[in-house]
């Protein structure tokens, strides 16, 4: 079965923690958590404080994706919060090599993020370092910033490209994608190679959020 983290940007952040508990009772294994510093992307979305307090009560893994320049001031905090993975994004004004050993110091899974316009080769280098350390690579479908934008289909040949060197050298790194994915496209990056699909607009503004969940949980069947 795919992993399904519903991304709560488009969450009702005025009943954020029940928007939680609804993902985690229509079976979603992961909490795709956006973190925008208004530098690296133009929106500002949400701190530590606000994953500390909803951390409290749901046993979510927290799938925490910093779009911020410099994520080596806030890895320790975000750890402290309650996040369980953290992603970095290659194109940010930081030290990627240090921020993975930063995040591996706080005893967290470690993430590395592209943008639909970075080539796979460059996560590549950072993958031949540090092998399983890096426990997941992050494909955006979109250029982040805002939640509700539309699929590039321009990505797949690079989930392929990366499912190719995954599987040809043996690590254990998990492909997540995330950006404009619905249960029209779901099948599409599945069969590219992707193991976490990341939702949100498909999720939380769909008439039975509950249901489209289910329906993506078992999104194996849209495969060819």
């Not at 911020?68 to 953290?86: M, N, T, V």
């Not at 993975?100 to 005893?107: N, Q, R, T, V, Y």
């Not at 796979?120 to 399983?132: I, L, N, T, V």
């Amino acid at each position: 079965m795919n992993i399904i983290a519903p991304s709560i940007l488009s969450a009702d952040f005025g009943n954020l923690r029940q928007q939680i508990n609804m993902i985690e009772r229509a079976g979603a294994q992961w909490a795709h958590i956006d973190v925008m510093d208004g530098h690296f992307v133009p929106n500002i979305t949400i701190g530590p404080v606000v994953i500390s307090s909803v951390r409290q009560g749901s046993g979510l893994f927290f799938d925490t994706h910093l779009m911020i320049q410099r994520p080596e001031r806030y890895i320790k905090a975000f750890s402290e919060a309650g996040a369980d993975l953290i992603s970095v994004h290659l194109e940010a004004e930081t030290d990627v090599d240090r921020d993975i050993e930063l995040i591996l110091s706080e005893g967290k899974k470690a993430a590395i993020a592209i943008n639909p316009n970075t080539g796979f080769s460059r996560a590549r280098e950072y993958m031949e370092r540090h092998g399983d350390d890096i426990s997941l690579l992050l494909i955006m479908s979109v250029f982040p910033g805002f939640g509700g934008q539309a699929f590039i289909e321009g990505v797949l040949p690079k989930i392929r490209e990366a499912r190719e060197y995954i599987n040809s050298t043996g690590l254990k790194t998990q492909i997540e994608v995330d950006g404009g994915i619905n249960l029209e496209n779901i099948g599409s990056v599945l069969n590219a190679g992707a193991d976490v699909i990341v939702a949100g607009s498909a999720i939380f503004k769909s008439p039975d959020p509950e249901d489209t969940i289910k329906r993506m949980l078992s999104a194996n069947n849209f495969k060819s």
